[in-house]
């Protein structure tokens, strides 16, 4: 089955960047998605068909697909970034998350 | 505002069954998919089950097929999840969610509102 993987944990300094790769064999030919969730709270999209933002999440997100991995990057990071991160695709009507990456702001 | 709602988690025996309910406000549930996908206690997102607008069509993930089923009532503005023969790995927060459909080529899904959750507990 399709699986997409992701690292399990991510350290980043406040204001540095934040690299958050997901792979799957896919993924160059499907969209990528991406939630962030806090702890206690539910999943919210911060990145959809690859590079795209919703309303109301900050530019510092952002968002690229090539070949088989796709990355959310998040510029300048600060404190209340510090979340898990899940990536998503759907294939053959059926929707894959990737494990999640816990980001850590230190 | 948009919102969804769940309900009717609890504690359950191995082999019980239990009825998830979600209520949607500040959209027309009737032109959406929706969702439901699981979180087991420290662990990551698990897709369960899509169903859409109409109700004609249904997804399930593996660990779903056979044991539960999606549905819906638009008039009342609710999903569905029934949930049988429940196993000590069904012990989850269940969210109901939004589907967004990408019109692409081959087309792709993707959830945009997520409610808070119901707890499921199944105890063995």
């Known amino acids: 089955s399709y699986e997409l993987t992701q690292p399990p944990s991510v350290s980043v300094s406040p204001g540095q960047t934040a690299s958050i790769t997901c792979s799957g064999d896919?993924?160059?030919?499907?969209?990528a998605y991406w939630y962030q969730q806090k702890p206690g709270q539910s999943p919210v999209v911060v990145i959809f068909?690859?590079?795209e933002r919703p309303s109301g999440i900050p530019e510092r997100f952002s968002g690229s697909n090539s070949g088989n991995t796709a990355t959310l990057t998040i510029s300048g990071t600060q404190a209340m970034d510090e979340a898990d991160y899940f990536c998503?695709?759907?294939?053959?009507?059926?929707?894959?998350f990737g494990g999640g990456t816990k980001l850590t702001v230190l | 505002e948009v919102q969804l709602v769940e309900s009717g988690g609890g504690l359950v025996q191995s082999g019980g069954s239990l009825r998830l309910s979600c209520v949607a406000s500040?959209?027309?549930?009737?032109?959406?998919?929706m969702s439901w996908v699981r979180q087991a206690p420290g662990k990551g997102l698990e897709w369960v089950a899509n169903?859409?607008?109409?109700?004609?069509?249904?997804y399930y993930g593996d660990s779903a097929k056979g044991r539960f089923t999606i549905s819906r009532d638009n008039a009342k503005k609710s999903l569905f999840l029934q949930m049988n023969s429940l196993r000590a790995e069904d012990t989850a927060v269940y969210y109901c969610?939004?589907?967004?459909?990408?019109?692409?080529?081959?087309?792709?899904?993707?959830?945009?509102?997520w409610g808070k959750g119901t707890t499921v507990t199944v105890s063995s």
């Open positions: 896919k993924l160059g030919g499907n969209y």
């Open positions: 998503q695709a759907w294939d053959s009507s059926t929707v894959i």
């Open positions: 068909q690859d590079t």
């Open positions: 969610a939004r589907g967004r459909v990408v019109v692409a080529a081959p087309p792709d899904y993707y959830m945009d509102v």
């Open positions: 169903v859409k607008q109409d109700g004609s069509e249904k």
């Open positions: 500040g959209f027309t549930l009737s032109t959406y998919w």
